[in-house]
C-alpha cells in the first residue's frame, strides 16, 4: 500500500511528541556547517544555500521541550516504544504497513525522536586515559540504502554526527541503491541541506549492496573507510576504538559489536563484553556467530580488549581506504545481497590483515526476520555470490560447498580477474586460514562418510531429511524421498560418531531422534555404522536407527539384521 508515501510521515504520527522525533535538525549540528565542495553526478544543494529548509511543523527540538517531558518520548534511552494493546483500526492498519513495507516496526521507529538517547555501553576499561592515540585518521562514513524507512535512515545518520568526534569524520555518503519510496528522493535532499558533512549519491539502476557500497567508496576521501548499514544506531564513543586499531596498523580491518535493536519495539539490547562474539561460518557460506574461542581468550588480559574474528557480519566495519584497495575492494560481480562479507573475511586474513571485534565499539543494527525488497528474478543471486566465492578463495574446501549444494554452480560468470588478484597479491592458501585462524571449523573431508544417508527398506528411496539450523534444534529428524541435490540431505558422519551438519547432531534421548546442538562427548551423540549388517547403531540405548513403514518417522529399535528397515547406505563412505 503506497497510499500514504507521498506525505513526510504517517499522519498517525503528527502528535506533539512525534514531530519531535522525526524531522528537526540538531543543533549541535550547526557547528559543523562548512566544507562543501561540487562533486559530479551527485545531487547535492548548491553550496550558498544555508538556509535550514525544514518540513513545516518540524522545527521544535527536542532539548527545548518542557522538563519533566522528556522521558515521555518514546524509546529514549533505547527503552523499547510500547503501543497500546487495542489500537483504533487506523493505527492498527498504519502498523501493518510499515511492517509490510519494511519488515520492521516502522510505525515504532516513526514515534521516537531521530536524536534518541542511548545509554552509555562501554566497559570501564575503554574510558581509561590513554586508551587511544591522540591523532586519530579521520574517516567517510557509507551508507547504502534501498527503500529504507525514513525516520530509521535519519536516526542512523544522526547517531554518527550526535556521536562521534567531529573532526573525525570526513563525509557521511549516503548511496542510495536505486530506491523508489517517494521521501528518499527530494525530501531527502531538502533535509540534508543543512549538513554539509552528508552527501547523497545516487545508482542510475539497481545494483545491489555490494556495488552501491563501491559506488560510495569512489566519493570518499578519507583515510578510513567506515560502511553502515541503513538501520543502525551508533552508541556513544562507537568510533573512536575502531580508528585506534586502523591508526596502530593500517591492516587490521575493524568490526564494532553489533547489538540487537528489536524489530519489534526499537528496543536497544546492549551487549556487554562478556558476551562479545566472533564470526564463523558454515559449508553451506553462511555467517554464523560464536563465543570467543579458548586459545582467543588466552591472548587477553580484559574481555574489552579487540579479539580476531575469522569472519565479519559484513554491514558494519572501518578499513583502511588504501588496504581496501589493495585487496581488490569487493568482487563486483556480486549482485544485491549475501557472501561478499565472507570474501573480504577471507582475504583480509589471507592476504596479510587481521579481522578483529572491537567490544569497546558498540552500534545497533534492526534484525529482521525477511527481506523487505524485491531480488532478481530467475537466478539465485545468493548461490551465485557463493560460487564466485568459493572458486577464488576456497582451493580444495570449495568441494564442501559445492557438495551442499548438489555440486550443480550454475552460471557464476567471469572470475579470472579476481583470480588474478590473489595471484597478484601472493596471498595464503585457504588451508592456512583455516588451520590458523578457524581451527574450530568442522571440515567434511576429515568425515567418515559425506552426503545422503539412505535407507535401504521399503523400496530404498527415503533419505535423512531436515533443516539444521539453531531454529531446528530439537525437532525431530525428518525422512524425504531422497534427492541427491545435498541440502537437508547432506550430512557427515564423523570419525568421533556423530552424524551431524555444521553445529547440528543426531541425538537420541529415549523419544524422537532428534537434532540437537553437536556436544562432543558421545553419549546420546554416539553411532556407529556396522559396515557388514549396514546398521546404524546407537550407543547408549543400544537401539539401531530404522524408519517405519509409511516413511515419514524415525524409529529405534532392537537391532536386527535381517530387517532392511534397519539398513543405511551412507554416501562417500570411507572407513580407513
Ligand atoms: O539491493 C540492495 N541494495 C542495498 O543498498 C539490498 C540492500 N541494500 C542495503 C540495505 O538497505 C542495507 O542498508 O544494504 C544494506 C544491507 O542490507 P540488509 O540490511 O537487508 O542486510 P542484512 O542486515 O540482512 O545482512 C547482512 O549481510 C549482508 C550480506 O550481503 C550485508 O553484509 C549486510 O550489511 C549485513 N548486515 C550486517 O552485517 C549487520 C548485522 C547483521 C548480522 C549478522
Ligand atoms: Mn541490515
Redesign the pocket.
Known amino acids: 500500500n503506497r497510499r500514504r508515501e507521498g506525505a513526510a510521515l504517517p499522519p498517525t504520527v503528527r502528535s506533539r511528541k512525534s514531530q519531535v522525533g522525526a524531522g528537526y535538525a540538531h543543533k549541535a549540528d550547526k557547528t559543523v556547517r562548512h566544507i562543501v565542495t561540487s562533486r559530479p553526478v551527485v545531487k547535492i544543494p548548491k553550496p550558498d544555500q544555508d538556509v535550514v529548509d525544514k518540513p513545516k511543523d518540524d522545527d521544535k527540538p527536542v532539548l527545548d521541550a518542557p522538563a519533566g517531558d522528556m522521558e515521555e518520548i518514546p524509546g529514549e534511552m533505547g527503552k523499547p516504544v510500547k503501543l497500546p494493546k487495542d489500537m483504533p483500526p487506523e493505527m492498527k492498519k498504519a502498523v501493518e504497513d510499515g511492517w509490510t513495507k519494511n519488515a520492521f516496526n516502522q510505525y515504532a521507529s516513526d514515534l521516537m525522536s531521530v536524536h534518541r538517547s542511548l545509554p552509555d555501553p562501554r566497559d570501564a576499561w575503554c574510558k581509561d586515559s590513554g586508551r587511544y592515540l591522540t591523532n586519530l585518521p579521520k574517516t567517510d562514513v557509507v551508507i ?3 527503500n ?1 524507512a525514513w525516520s530509521v535512515l535519519l536516526r542512523t545518520v544522526h547517531s554518527v554526527l550526535d556521536r562521534s568526534p567531529e573532526h573525525l569524520i570526513g563525509k557521511i555518503i549516503l ?1 542510495d ?1 536505486f530506491s523508489d519510496m517517494p521521501h528518499l528522493k527530494k525530501q531527502l535532499e531538502d533535509y540534508f541541506v543543512s549538513y554539509p558533512k552528508v552527501q547523497i549519491v545516487r545508482g542510475a539502476k ?1 545494483e ?2 555490494i556495488r ?1 557500497r563501491l559506488l560510495g567508496a569512489r566519493y570518499a576521501k578519507s583515510q578510513v573507510l567506515t560502511y553502515l ?3 543502525c544506531e551508533c552508541a556513544e564513543g562507537w568510533l573512536e576504538p575502531l580508528l585506534d586499531r586502523i591508526a596502530r596498523n593500517s591492516t587490521t580491518v575493524v568490526c564494532p559489536v ?1 547489538d540487537v535493536i528489536d524489530d519489534a519495539t526499537m528496543e536497544f539490547h546492549f551487549r556487554d563484553s562478556s558476551g562479545v562474539n566472533v564470526g564463523g561460518f558454515d559449508w553451506n557460506l553462511q ?1 554464523s556467530w560464536h563465543s570467543v574461542p579458548e586459545h582467543e581468550k588466552r591472548r587477553h588480559n580484559n574481555s574489552a580488549e579487540p579479539v580476531y574474528s575469522p569472519t565479519m ?4 566495519f572501518s578499513i583502511d581506504r588504501e588496504f581496501f584497495e589493495l585487496l581488490g575492494t569487493y568482487d563486483s560481480g556480486f549482485d ?6 565472507l570474501e573480504l573475511s577471507f582475504k583480509t586474513w589471507m592476504c596479510g590483515g587481521t579481522l578483529e571485534i572491537v567490544p569497546c565499539s558498540h552500534v545497533g ?1 534492526i ?2 526476520k525477511r ?1 523487505p ?1 524485491k531480488w532478481r528474478q530467475g537466478v539465485n543471486v545468493l548461490k551465485k555470490n557463493s560460487v564466485r566465492l568459493a572458486e577464488v578463495w576456497m582451493d580444495e574446501y570449495s568441494k564442501y560447498y559445492y557438495q551442499r549444494i548438489g555440486n550443480d554452480k550454475g552460471n557464476f560468470g567471469d572470475i579470472s580477474s579476481r583470480v588474478k588478484l590473489r595471484e597478484d597479491l601472493g596471498c595464503k592458501s585457504f588451508k592456512w586460514y583455516l588451520d590458523n585462524i578457524y581451527p574450530e571449523l568442522f571440515i567434511p573431508g576429515e568425515a567418515v562418510a559425506q552426503g545422503e544417508i539412505r535407507n535401504l527398506g521399503y523400496g530404498g528411496r527415503t533419505c535423512l531429511d531436515s533443516p539444521a539450523h539453531k531454529r531446528d534444534l530439537k525437532k525431530a529428524v525428518g525422512l524425504y524421498p531422497c534427492h541427491r541435490q545435498g541440502g537437508n540431505q547432506y550430512w557427515l558422519l564423523s570419525k568421533s560418531g556423530e552424524i551431524r551438519r555444521d553445529e547440528a547432531c543426531l541425538d537420541y534421548a529415549g523419544k524422537d531422534v532428534m537434532l540437537f546442538g553437536c556436544h562432543g562427548s558421545k553419549g546420546n551423540q554416539f553411532w556407529s555404522y556396522r559396515e557388514q549388517t549396514k546398521q546404524l547403531h546407537h550407543g547408549s540405548s543400544d537401539k539401531c536407527l530404522a524408519i517405519n513403514e509409511l516413511k515419514n518417522k524415525l524409529i529405534m529399535e532392537e537391532c536386527n539384521a535381517t530387517y532392511t528397515r534397519q539398513q543405511w547406505k551412507l554416501e562417500n563412505y570411507d572407513s580407513s
Open positions: 547504502c540504502f534501498h529504507e548511496v541503491d539497481r545491489g549492496l552501491a548499514d541503513s538501520h553489533i555467517f557480519a559484513g554491514g558494519l544485491i545481497w549475501g557472501g561478499e562479507n543494527h534484525f529482521r527481506s525488497y
